[in-house]
């Protein structure tokens, strides 16, 4: 059976990587659910507080089915909660609540990053689909056009990993800022909710990775063809 080296040396590591990201983040948001915030507001007076601090009147406030599945919707502006977060007091559950916030306050100024991501997500659904398949179908078939065709699709998948990274540490950071200066949390409970947040970066990160090494090994194997 082959196997390809440059999967092994590339791409392996950044799914140990994602991996790791995945039960980090898990482990870290379980443990801050189960430290309550001193004020005992839940996540979604947090999130209410936050928008009105930063007059966003027009966001409506959902509750979803779930864990970790938290997200800002900026084509129906809806913040969706999800179980352990919407009704939740715990310093997680704020933490979490104000990074979705965060969206919510990038889409309202503008944020040229999210601007470009959103732009971004049909070509990359469609990269992420058919990009490393028409890639992996053109070099079966000794096809090089084909092939480049499932680079420049995936392509465009990476870019949007890649466009992720400052959208969600802007967001994190905004989290920050404005539960600190609502003196929503203390500095203490501040700690807890960097490394929820963080763990939660690492796994895009990871995925942005895991794009990237897929795309370095899809160009080297065009690159070797060619020889």
Known sequence: MYIDPLYIILVVP???LSLVAQVLVK????????VQSSKHITGRDAAALLMQVNKIGDVKIEGVRGS???HYDPSAKVLRLSEPVYDQTSIAAIGVAAHETGHAIQHAVSYG????????????NIGSSFGPWLAILGLILSFPVLFDLGIILFSAAVLFYVVTLPVEFNASSRAIQILRSNNVLTEEELGGVKKVLTAAALTYVASALTAIANLVRFILLRGSRRR
């Open 14 to 16: 950044t799914l140990i």
């Open 27 to 34: 482990s870290t948001f379980s443990k801050y659910s189960h």
């Open 113 to 124: 990053p999210l601007k470009l991501r959103s732009a971004l997500v049909p070509v990359a």
């Open 68 to 70: 970790l599945t938290d």
